[in-house]
């Protein structure tokens, strides 16, 4: 076998959520002249929904396909179980889960090779022929034992497997890595020749680089995978969700395991060790680890033994944002749970090295490495989903997935049978209760955002993006964690514990979704004539507003993404852009929780070309709308520099308020803070001049947002700041302001910056974690009724 180096360190700590829309080629490019491919996808999946021919051809019926797998990612293996599973003889089968990260040893991650190595375009091809190696590889070898690769999407694949042994994967995955290595080589080459031609010096560079690390003809990619085998018994979802979940963990416990063998400090070898995880057996390949109850029960211990190693240290000592804290904060008796502002930051990569006259007796790199091995441990729950566990054990989701096979089965009969058009149609729109239309960026269902959207020459894109909906999901990990740690659940139990963990960020997500949709009606009842001329002026110029004014449904649509919200809309909302976001600023879900967003808005036009009709006109629409979506994105992130600052000069509050002498002085600190409203603005780019601008300034202001360049931004005359008032910013006026508070607090706090306090929880965060464990304890009784229950004799 090839040597086998460690995966990179620089492997995302969670193992499925990845940042979508700027990972994913297909909803993302770089190139400002062709939309990204989700828009002609889109457009030709919308003429087969409107069409409804039920006699389609061989193309359309493999497309279509492909679409609603797309959209039941668990659907295709559920059908290759059943057939597995029927034909095995000793009724038990495997699933392979490989999971390929943002970021990898050598630039091979996706996010590597989209920024900078390949670009956008030419990793899609890439990506393409992973996929296509992964097939040729994992394939089925007749009656005897042999694969059927079940799914894959730019991100991971899923391979059912029979009569399979760790070594035969080992074997493999070598062969995988050889065509990887071939297939990167031939992409890399074109890179090589666009990057001469734009003289791109940097990208050049690494492209070279990644060349020279590939001449070795056993190279392994780094890449994690997961194994899972059960014997086959009960109903097929069930069993297909509990070989995903498992396989799942295996390659979150390939992924701590690689985590605790780096590890360099003497707290780290320890706390990662002892788990049953360190080593493979012979022959095995070390990137893979089969899932066991037992040690992953025991490395999900070491979630709580770590924190429990830090918090009794002057490790739990943190110097976030140039201000000290702590890493786990006191929430009630002896229980202890990261702070905010620590899983921010040891996710960004962010932790700062402490002032030398601190006094503080530890190693940054010992500290770093500990609670990334902590962040690690968490994510081996990571389940990313959009359904309820009510719903995965209820009938919701096995009605659904009967539909899918029923369709499925239709779709790709050698006989053409006809296809159901109303139940397909069901399936590629509404949401997985099958009640309402939702699109979702990453499925076959996102076409009613994209193909409806570029109907339209004159559009408003909002960007919504939540505030730290990763860093809550670790909370809810945490909490998850700790009851699965005390109650060593197996099996359905430890399935159920698992979709719970993230069943209140499906019902925030789809709450927002909801409010989104509300308050958008709620303007939309206000559009009278006298909004076209804010419209208008918005545009730069004649706005084709219609008549009548559409109806609600037509003149919005909304795509849910991993943590974001997408919004085109009408150009009349022009006229309550500003209130459409303090209005969602202002809600709360669950009575207690903000919806805590921020947004980016873009004015997209595509003023017609002479001659343009059809078609064409519909390609200019794409383009422009394509690129405010990336802009109104890039946009929002501009004010994270904002919410920094905020936060910075709140913990710095803290410290005044912690003092007995000093605290008369935070209420008058508080009071400017909150006059900066720092958190009420949001980003706006294209206002006035939406005409879509030349690609040197497009490319210009991309470079900017992303740099988080806000004067820079702002001097391009395309991008403002503007209050949740309506008001554009003075920016230069607000940065001098913000550092003016934050020098007059920082001189006032002085030396106590260097005593450490337990941060103040939110109240709302609070009353989040007695939710959570209301709701478990709830549960935890009405299983130990059911339990109790006499068993009835059946004939």
Do not use: C
């Amino acid at each position: 076998m090839a040597e086998e180096p460690e995966p990179g360190i620089t492997i995302a700590e969670t193992t499925v959520a990845y940042d979508q829309f700027r990972l994913d080629p297909h909803n993302y490019s770089d190139d400002g002249q062709e939309p990204s491919p989700v828009w002609e996808s889109s457009e030709r999946l919308r003429e087969l929904v409107d069409k409804a021919d039920p006699n389609v051809g061989d193309t359309d019926r493999k497309f279509l396909s492909e679409e609603l797998q797309r959209q039941l990612r668990m659907l295709r293996v559920l059908v290759e179980f059943v057939k597995v599973t029927l034909a095995a003889k000793d009724k038990s089968v495997s699933l392979i889960v490989l999971l390929f990260p943002g970021e990898g040893r050598d630039n091979t991650g996706i996010k590597d090779l989209n920024d900078k190595v390949l670009g956008y375009k030419l990793t899609s091809e890439f990506v393409a022929l992973r996929q296509q190696a992964i097939r040729d590889v994992f394939k089925d070898s007749g009656s005897g034992p042999g694969y059927v690769t079940s799914g894959q999407d730019y991100k991971s694949a899923f391979i059912l497997a029979r009569g399979k042994t760790g070594k035969d994967l080992a074997a493999d995955l070598v062969l995988l890595d050889g065509k990887l290595r071939e297939h990167l080589l031939t992409v890399l080459a074109k890179a090589e020749d666009e990057a001469k031609k734009a003289k791109d010096t940097k990208r050049l560079d690494a492209i070279r680089k990644l060349q020279k690390a590939l001449k070795d003809k056993k190279y392994r990619f780094d890449f994690l995978v997961g194994m899972n085998t059960i014997g086959v018994a009960g109903k097929p979802l069930t069993q297909v969700l509990l070989l995903i979940t498992e396989a799942v963990k295996g390659a979150g416990l390939a992924r701590f395991a690689a985590k605790a063998r780096q590890a360099k400090s003497g707290l780290g070898k320890g706390l990662g060790g002892g788990r049953g995880i360190e080593t493979v057996p012979k022959g095995h390949d070390s990137r893979v680890r089969e899932y066991v109850n037992g040690p992953f029960l025991r490395t999900a211990k070491a979630a709580e033994d770590i924190k429990d190693a830090v918090v009794k240290s002057n490790l739990n000592n943190v110097f976030i944002n140039t201000v000290w804290t702590k890493a786990f904060a006191e929430v009630r008796t002896n229980i202890f749970l990261g702070t905010a502002d620590m899983i921010r930051d040891v996710r960004k990569k962010l932790l700062e090295q402490p002032p030398a006259t601190s006094g503080i007796n530890f190693k940054l790199a010992d500290q770093i490495e500990l609670l990334e091995m902590w962040l690690v441990a968490l994510n081996l729950i990571d389940f990313i989903k959009e359904f309820t566990a009510a719903e995965a054990f209820g009938p919701t989701l096995d009605t659904l997935h009967t539909a899918g096979m029923r369709a499925l089965a239709k779709i790709e009969d050698p006989n053409r049978a006809p296809i159901d058009w109303p139940a397909l149609t069901k399936l590629l729109t509404l949401d997985v209760q099958q009640q309402d239309p939702l699109s979702v960026l990453g499925t076959a269902s996102e076409f009613q955002f994209y193909s409806r959207t570029s109907d339209f020459r004159q559009q408003i894109i909002f960007t919504f993006d939540v505030r730290d909906l990763g860093v809550d999901l670790m909370t809810y990990y945490e909490v998850a964690t700790r009851e699965i740690v005390f109650r060593a659940p197996s099996g359905t139990t430890l399935m159920r514990l698992t979709f719970r963990a993230t069943d209140p960020i499906v019902l925030r997500k789809r709450f927002t979704h909801a409010s989104i949709f509300e308050v958008f009606r709620k303007y939309h009842s206000k559009l009278a004539k006298d909004a076209q001329a804010q419209a208008h002026k918005a545009f730069g110029g004649a706005v084709a507003v219609g008549e009548p004014m559409p109806d609600f449904r037509s003149s919005v649509r909304v795509m849910l993404g991993g943590d974001e919200f997408f919004v085109s809309a009408h150009p009349l909302y022009a006229a309550h852009v500003h209130e459409i976001i303090r209005d969602l600023d202002a809600i709360v879900f669950d009575g207690d929780i903000p919806l805590n967003m921020r947004a980016g808005v873009a004015f997209s036009s595509a003023e017609p070309r002479k001659g343009a009709r059809g078609p064409t006109q519909k390609r200019n629409n794409q383009i422009a709308h394509d690129r405010a979506m990336k802009l109104s994105g890039d946009s929002a992130g501009m004010l994270k520099q904002l919410e920094r600052a905020h936060r910075r000069i709140e913990l710095l509050i803290e410290k005044l308020e912690a003092n007995e002498k000093k605290k008369g002085k935070a209420p008058g600190y508080r009071k400017r803070l909150a006059e900066l409203r720092l958190l009420k603005k949001f980003a706006r780019v294209q206002y006035l001049r939406p005409v879509p601008i030349s690609d040197d300034l497009f490319g210009r202001l991309r470079r900017l947002l992303k740099a988080e360049d806000l004067k820079g931004a702002v001097a391009t005359g395309t991008f403002e700041l503007v209050d949740f008032d309506g008001t554009e910013v003075d920016v230069g006026k607000l940065l001098k302001r913000i550092q003016d508070l934050e020098s007059a607090a920082r001189r006032d706090v002085g030396l106590d910056n260097f005593r450490i306090d337990f941060p103040d929880v939110p109240p709302w965060v609070l009353k989040l974690i007695n939710k959570i464990s209301d709701f478990l304890d709830k549960i935890d009784e009405a299983e130990e009724k059911e339990k109790a229950k006499p068993k009835v004799a059946t004939a």
